[in-house]
């Protein structure tokens, strides 16, 4: 992939809105790389603002190299730990919530 399109690839995940689409950004980016061997996403937030927690591992450790160096990212147990703000989202007026659910991992 060309430089340009790389940074496109980039603002396209400056704008992911959910989950899917942060993984499938990280994963067209990080396929320029090499192997994406493995990409998990998580939802997490830091304040009012909600995040992707995104943990890659690549096939090689060259390939991690390159990544870590092109998206300026560290290793954190072994992966390499990709933060990404998402969009607030825009609360709705007049909606019902449900509790939240607590899973026993998190008590």
């Not at 560290?74 to 390499?80: E, N, S, V």
């Amino acid at each position: 992939m060309k430089t340009n399109l790389l940074n496109t690839a980039l603002d396209q995940l400056c704008t992911c809105t959910d989950l899917v689409s942060t993984k499938s950004a990280l994963l067209l980016i990080c396929a320029e790389f090499g192997t994406v061997k493995r990409l998990d996403v998580l939802l997490g937030s830091q304040g009012n603002t909600p995040q992707a927690l995104c943990f890659l591992r690549m096939e090689t450790s060259e390939q991690e190299q390159l990544v870590m160096r092109f998206l300026e990212v560290a290793r954190f147990a072994g992966d390499l730990v990709i933060v990404v703000d998402m969009p607030a989202p825009v609360p709705t007026k007049h909606v019902q919530r449900r509790p939240a659910l607590r899973s026993v991992a998190n008590c």
